[in-house]
């Protein structure tokens, strides 16, 4: 009997800011039928609803550091929790620590669910400022953008749903990128040698082309959810 059949697909995607992590999230969801997980973007979401955690995690979150895992870890058990998740999570930018590793794995175990796959996307950390930059989404649809590197068709209008307004992250500016990548380096980087000990890492040229990428992590999810 296939695993499909009675576990859903637990991926995470590692990465630096910048890597195209959420960029390639989305594009799995879509062909997948997974669900993109952000503890980024759901940190955000409570930052602006001004609930407690979303209070005590603004600071944090505009000088580029990392919010506690206790914090994160009641925001992500709460999104896990939902129905939509029984297909499959793509996890996008959780776990960032040891500590979110290991709670992930006991969180997993309780509902019977493994890793399928963590994916290291490997990038060049000088790209990154200007990757975080360039950066804005489209207010009506979330579709991400850059600058130089993914305009949309026509200028001013979003491919996906033809939205003409966009918006820019508070912390996405030359100053954060540097603490964000201190960060990366010092608590994230570690879950490599994490996931590979437990036989589950993979990684993948983030330096490519946005489709070239996508093409190689889908083969990779194609064929660990096999
Ligand atoms: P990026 O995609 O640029 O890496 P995110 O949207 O994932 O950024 O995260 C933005 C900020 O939210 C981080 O700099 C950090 O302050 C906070 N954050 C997001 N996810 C986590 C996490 N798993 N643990 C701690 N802090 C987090
Ligand atoms: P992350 O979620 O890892 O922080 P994003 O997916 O938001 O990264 O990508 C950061 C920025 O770089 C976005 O503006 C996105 O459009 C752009 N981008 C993503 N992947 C690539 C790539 N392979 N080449 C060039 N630009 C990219
Ligand atoms: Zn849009």
């Known amino acids: 009997m296939s695993e499909t059949m009675?576990?859903?697909?637990?991926l995470i995607l590692l990465g630096p800011p910048g890597a195209g992590k959420g960029t390639q999230a989305r594009m799995l969801e879509e062909r997948f039928g997974l669900v993109q997980l952000s503890t980024g973007d759901l940190l955000r979401a409570a930052v602006a609803a001004?609930?407690?955690?979303?209070?005590a995690a603004k600071?944090?979150?505009?000088?580029?550091g990392l919010v506690s895992d206790e914090i994160v870890l009641a925001i992500l058990r709460d999104r896990m929790a939902e129905p939509d998740t029984a297909k499959g999570v793509i996890l996008d930018g959780f776990p960032r620590t040891p500590g979110q590793a290991e709670a992930l794995d006991a969180l997993l175990a309780d509902q019977g669910l493994k890793i399928?796959?963590?994916?290291?996307m490997e990038v060049d950390d000088a790209a990154m400022v200007e990757r975080v930059s360039g950066r804005h989404t489209c207010e009506g649809c979330g579709e991400g953008y850059h600058d130089s590197f993914k305009q949309p068709a026509q200028a001013g209008r979003c491919d996906k749903c033809g939205g003409t307004a966009f918006k820019r992250r508070a912390d996405d500016n030359a100053e954060t990128v540097g603490a964000r990548l201190t960060a990366y380096h010092a608590s994230t980087a570690p879950l490599i040698a994490y996931y590979a000990?437990?036989?589950?890492?993979?990684s993948v040229d983030g330096m490519g082309a946005i489709d070239a990428i996508a093409a190689e992590l889908g083969g990779i999810v194609a064929e660990v959810t096999a």
């Open 6 to 10: 009675t576990h859903a697909a637990v």
């Open 50 to 55: 001004g609930t407690a955690a979303g209070m």
């Open 59 to 64: 600071s944090v979150m505009e000088s580029g």
């Open 116 to 120: 399928s796959a963590a994916i290291s």
């Open 197 to 202: 000990a437990r036989d589950v890492l993979r």
